[in-house]
């Protein structure tokens, strides 16, 4: 069965069959909230908290839906219900430093895993929207017909939103580096 017609089943008072889904998407899930959020705990929280919210909202699922699509509106939803409770916790920046502190010098990593941690770190200085749909972009591999439609925007601006999020993670990219990680 595909997706759609589990999450039909599950519409439809068989709330069983939502383990199915559970098991087909949470993974995908929790690396789409740990790419945004950079914390584990957090990222399964969050994940666990969009499935609680599907079985909760699931009278709202229209059957002609793509269901990950209705997946991850929640997931962003959730996503931004977390960043307005949590506002005045630590900046990721600070996260990122608290992460990176036990990791070697740079001196101690071949080239691409510096290269790596710089895209990291210029990925966690982009501003949540841009962070956002390079994820579902890149990392979560959305088609951007898709990404409209969890955004709920047109499809030339989401073109436009990763064209201009490329181009900003190109240039904090760069300028880490040049700058040997500190900006």
């Known amino acids: 069965m595909n997706d759609e017609d ?9 709330v069983q069959m939502l383990a199915i889904l559970f ?9 789409y909230f740990l790419r945004l959020t950079r914390n584990k705990n957090t990222s399964e929280d969050l994940a666990q908290d969009v499935f609680f919210r599907i079985l909760k909202y699931r009278n709202t699922y229209r059957k002609e839906s ?22 005045d916790e630590m900046p990721l920046d600070d996260l ?6 036990s990791t070697p010098q740079p001196d101690e990593q071949t080239e691409t895993e510096q290269d790596t941690v710089y895209l990291h770190k210029a990925l966690s200085l982009l501003p949540p929207a ?3 749909i390079l994820v579902l972009s890149r990392f979560q591999e959305m088609k951007y017909n898709d990404i409209s ?4 925007c047109s499809l030339a ?9 490329l181009n900003d993670l190109r240039k904090t990219y760069m300028e880490l580096k040049v700058k040997g990680g500190i900006l």
């Open 66 to 87: 793509k269901f990950t699509t209705w997946m991850y509106r929640i997931g962003r939803n959730v996503h931004i219900d977390y960043l307005k409770k949590n506002k």
């Open 130 to 132: 841009k962070k956002e």
């Open 96 to 101: 990122w430093e608290e992460e990176t502190a």
């Open 157 to 165: 601006s989401v073109k436009t939103r990763v064209h201009r999020a």
């Open 149 to 152: 439609n969890v955004l709920g």
């Open 6 to 14: 589990i999450m039909n089943k599950v519409k439809d008072g068989s």
């Open 23 to 31: 098991e087909r998407h949470h993974v995908k899930l929790y690396n």
